[in-house]
């Protein structure tokens, strides 16, 4: 008889962190492990970001913060917000938490109620639909494909919208897809939206500053939505501060307050060190950090190629972030004549054991033919993986 929550039993363990896990186990074991599964960018943290946390050390930050945020933190955000995206807040609208995901689920926890539904244009990052299932809300997937690159219309939207819808959640550029919305497609949507005034939307905005177009497009910006708009960002992929943990949204004032008040029941302020170097993360010219937007643009290309060598793979030409997210449904249902690849899970193992190349199914992101590549590698590992997913490949018939 199970002790734990039934709540618990709903949600299931993170896809990411679940082949991470498996991979470390492999390597353990004295494997050569390629992991291209988790969402991490593969530099160091910027040395002018680590200086402002050794001065923050130095400077005693070592008390408890505002449960928001420290002031100057937030307003350097707002100013942020308004430098990169021409999005209007006051310091008052910032909530600053431990990762972008706390800042999903303090969203999710403060606006549904049980039974209300979140529609979530597929693919979508893996924690999304446990996020809202923890939250006692629905989820409801638009589906897309390769051949749509990834992106949902607002007229597929529209075709989800029941009276119980209460949110739309995206990040653009997308996690697993690296699909960019474009300012066109998002006013379309935000046209749509007009007709539903209680429908709030959480637009996912972490890979902003890995964005191959150069024209990151904020839903937040456009007048008729900005009451509505939740904009979630924070500086794990474009800085390469994954490990710091921190993340913030900017929301109308009451759902900020809201955000707070879960918050301050859950783990209370994020790390005051941490917050002194987003500040001087967020203040920096994006520039700064640019090199790693154009390392991760070349190996997006040295994989597609690769990638598109291979019979049977289909790929879009991803515009944002760091993943490849190719469509493998031509190896379903084929075997190396000991085992049946019956899902894009099964391909996934089957590659983790015979070669030892570490991918995420593309089950959880809601596009169960494909498969997330994640590019955060060396050009070296990232050749040497491809050969031998290839070569794996082709021993299926």
Same mark, same amino acid.
């Not at 942020?80 to 303090?106: H, M, P, W, Y």
């Not at 905005?205 to 939505?225: K, R, W």
């Not at 209370?268 to 002194?276: G, L, N, P, R, Y």
């Not at 515009?319 to 391909?347: M, R």
């Given at each position: @008889?199970?002790?734990?929550?039934?709540?618990?039993?709903?949600?299931?363990?993170?896809?990411?962190?679940?082949?991470?896990?498996?991979?470390?186990?492999?390597?353990?074991?004295?494997?050569?492990?390629?992991?291209? #599964?988790?969402?991490?960018?593969?530099?160091?943290?910027?040395?002018?970001?680590?200086?402002?946390?050794?001065?923050?050390?130095?400077?005693?930050?070592?008390?408890?913060?505002?449960?928001?945020?420290?002031?100057?933190?937030?307003?350097?955000? $707002?100013?942020?917000?308004?430098?990169?995206?021409?999005?209007?807040?006051?310091?008052?609208?910032?909530?600053?938490?431990?990762?972008?995901?706390?800042?999903? $689920?303090?969203?999710?926890? %403060?606006?549904?109620?049980?039974?209300?539904?979140?529609?979530?244009?597929?693919?979508?990052?893996?924690?999304?639909?446990?996020?809202? !299932?923890?939250?006692?809300?629905?989820?409801?997937?638009?589906? /897309?494909?390769?051949?749509? +690159?990834?992106?949902?219309?607002?007229?597929?939207?529209?075709?989800?919208?029941?009276?119980?819808?209460?949110?739309?959640?995206? #990040? %653009?550029? !997308?996690?697993?897809?690296? =699909?960019?919305?474009?300012?066109?497609?998002?006013?379309?949507?935000?046209? @749509?939206?007009?007709?539903?005034?209680?429908?709030?939307?959480?637009?996912?905005?972490?890979?902003?500053?890995?964005?191959?177009?150069?024209?990151?497009?904020?839903?937040?910006?456009?007048?008729?939505?900005?009451?509505?708009?939740?904009?979630?960002?924070?500086?794990?992929?474009?800085?390469? @501060?994954?490990?710091?943990?921190?993340?913030?949204?900017? $929301?109308?004032?009451?759902?900020?307050?809201?955000?707070?008040?879960?918050?301050?029941?859950?783990? /209370?302020?994020?790390?005051?060190?941490?917050?002194?170097?987003?500040?001087?993360?967020?203040?920096?010219?994006?520039?700064?950090?640019?090199?790693?937007? +154009?390392?991760?643009?070349?190996?997006?290309?040295?994989?597609?190629?690769? *990638?598109?060598?291979?019979?049977?793979?289909?790929?879009?030409?991803?515009?944002? $972030?760091?993943?490849?997210?190719?469509?493998?449904?031509?190896?379903?249902?084929?075997?190396?004549?000991? =085992?049946?690849?019956?899902?894009?899970?099964?391909?996934? @193992?089957?590659? *983790?054991?015979?070669?030892?190349?570490?991918?995420?199914?593309?089950?959880?992101?809601?596009?169960?033919?494909?498969?997330?590549?994640?590019?955060?590698?060396?050009?070296? +590992?990232?050749?040497?993986?491809?050969?031998?997913?290839?070569?794996?490949? =082709?021993?299926?018939?």
């Amino acid at each position: @008889m199970t002790k734990v929550s039934d709540r618990l039993n709903r949600l299931s363990e993170s896809a990411t962190l679940a082949m991470a896990r498996m991979s470390r186990d492999l390597k353990d074991q004295g494997k050569d492990v390629i992991a291209l #599964s988790l969402g991490e960018p593969d530099f160091d943290t910027p040395d002018f970001v680590k200086e402002a946390a050794k001065k923050a050390v130095d400077d005693n930050y070592s008390h408890y913060t505002p449960v928001p945020g420290i002031l100057d933190l937030r307003k350097s955000i $707002a100013k942020k917000f308004k430098r990169d995206n021409g999005l209007d807040f006051t310091a008052e609208q910032i909530v600053v938490s431990t990762g972008a995901k706390q800042s999903i $689920a303090n969203v999710c926890l %403060s606006l549904l109620n049980p039974g209300d539904e979140v529609i979530l244009p597929a693919p979508y990052w893996v924690s999304y639909a446990d996020i809202v !299932c923890l939250a006692e809300g629905i989820t409801v997937e638009v589906s /897309s494909s390769v051949e749509d +690159d990834f992106k949902v219309t607002a007229a597929e939207i529209e075709n989800k919208i029941t009276e119980k819808t209460k949110l739309l959640m995206f #990040s %653009s550029p !997308c996690n697993p897809s690296g =699909s960019v919305y474009t300012k066109s497609e998002l006013l379309e949507i935000a046209k @749509m939206l007009e007709k539903y005034p209680n429908i709030y939307i959480i637009a996912d905005e972490i890979y902003e500053h890995i964005n191959f177009t150069n024209q990151h497009f904020s839903i937040g910006t456009i007048p008729e939505l900005k009451d509505r708009v939740i904009t979630v960002n924070g500086v794990s992929k474009g800085f390469a @501060m994954t490990g710091w943990r921190v993340g913030f949204i900017g $929301a109308p004032i009451w759902i900020a307050k809201a955000c707070s008040k879960i918050q301050g029941q859950v783990t /209370s302020a994020t790390c005051a060190v941490a917050q002194k170097a987003t500040e001087t993360a967020v203040n920096a010219d994006p520039n700064e950090v640019s090199f790693m937007k +154009d390392i991760f643009l070349k190996r997006r290309n040295l994989v597609l190629e690769k *990638l598109n060598e291979i019979e049977g793979i289909k790929c879009n030409v991803p515009q944002g $972030a760091f993943y490849l997210f190719p469509d493998v449904s031509y190896y379903l249902g084929k075997t190396d004549g000991e =085992s049946i690849i019956n899902s894009s899970d099964d391909l996934c @193992m089957y590659l *983790l054991n015979s070669c030892y190349v570490a991918l995420v199914a593309g089950t959880p992101f809601g596009n169960p033919e494909c498969v997330r590549i994640s590019y955060a590698a060396s050009e070296e +590992d990232l050749l040497e993986a491809i050969s031998r997913i290839k070569n794996q490949l =082709s021993k299926l018939k």
